[in-house]
């Protein structure tokens, strides 16, 4: 089983949508990071959480340390946002960065 | 811009060669990573540098090695090349540890072995 487990793997979408990507972890973290990778393969991080609720634009990422979950939403969906959507943690312990494998998102207009 | 750069952008190669990998990271910043992303592995953490001593190590083949500079720029070096090797090699910088502060990632450098 991975230590970061991403849900779902593919997502498609109308222009529009309300979008919601889980990201599960099992082991002990230091802040957990959403990132953004376009399809040329550039990859912006988009928050890093340690805890609570951060908000940029039409993202929001939310995390609960105890439940060991974090969520990445985008409101009011645009096909510019099509993308693969990775969450990695900090491992507390190794201080090294766990990814998830990722979720693949298509806005179609 | 992200602030971080990396060169050369694109690289192919043959087998058996060895190729060097520059990033230079945001001004001010300490820590450099390097990351692979391959098509059947997913990205997967390599190396870490601070303020030019290794920090951390992950999945880092002995064929590769890595390095920090006193100007704070890193390179790193993939020896013996294998077709396997073909990836996205990912740099990112922060100003300190990754877990206190956000890290910004370069562009990649995309290298082919063939």
């Known amino acids: 089983k991975n230590e970061v487990e991403q849900s779902p793997q593919n997502l498609t979408a109308q222009e529009g949508e309300f979008i919601t990507i889980n990201c599960s972890y099992s082991?002990?973290?230091?802040?957990l990071h959403w990132l953004q990778q376009h399809p040329g393969g550039g990859i912006v991080s988009l928050f890093m959480l340690s805890s609570g609720k951060k908000k940029h634009g039409r993202l929001i990422a939310t995390i609960n340390i105890q439940e060991k979950h974090s969520s990445l939403h985008i409101t009011a969906s645009h096909p510019r946002d099509s993308a693969v959507y990775i969450c990695?943690?900090?491992?507390?312990?190794?201080?090294?960065?766990?990814f998830g494998t990722g979720t693949r998102l298509q806005v179609f207009p | 811009d992200s602030g971080v750069t990396q060169t050369p952008k694109h690289l192919i190669t043959a087998t058996g060669q060895r190729v060097t990998l520059r990033c230079s990271p945001r001004s001010g910043d300490l820590s450099v990573y390097w990351y692979q992303q391959s098509l059947d592995q997913g990205l997967q953490f390599l190396i870490q540098?601070?303020?030019?001593?290794?920090?951390a190590k992950g999945n880092i083949l002995e064929r590769f090695s890595a390095q920090q500079f006193p100007d704070l720029h890193s390179e790193l070096n993939l020896s013996s090349l294998e077709l396997g090797d073909s990836a996205l090699y990912f740099c990112a910088s922060s100003p300190h540890r990754v877990g206190d502060r956000e890290a910004f990632f370069g562009q990649g450098t995309r290298l082919t072995v063939v």
């Open positions: 540098y601070y303020n030019g001593e290794e920090r």
């Open positions: 990695a943690v900090i491992s507390y312990n190794t201080d090294k960065l766990i």
């Open positions: 082991v002990g973290i230091s802040a």
